[in-house]
């Protein structure tokens, strides 16, 4: 599961990078993935937004067991 979780993590990464920031996968637990961003992505008031508007909704799409993401 981790390893299908870093792979669709990686298909976000390119858009993080491109504003400064990035993801790092903490744990993937019960389908609940806790990542940490980094970056300029730590810091910035949408956080919360691209957490669950955007890697938490792509990785629902790749991945149907994982229920939520969350910041760690």
């Not at 299908?4 to 019960?30: F, T, W, Y």
């Not at 961003?37 to 909704?57: F, H």
Request: overall charge positive.
């Amino acid at each position: 599961m981790k390893e299908k979780v870093e792979a669709a993590l990686n298909k976000i990464r390119p858009m993080l990078q491109a504003d400064g920031g990035d993801v790092e996968l903490i744990s993937v637990e019960n389908g609940i993935v806790k990542v940490r961003l980094q970056g300029a992505c730590a810091g910035c008031p949408m956080s919360q937004m691209t957490l669950k508007n955007g890697i938490e909704r792509v990785l629902k799409q790749q991945i149907p067991e994982i229920k939520s993401v969350e910041s760690a």
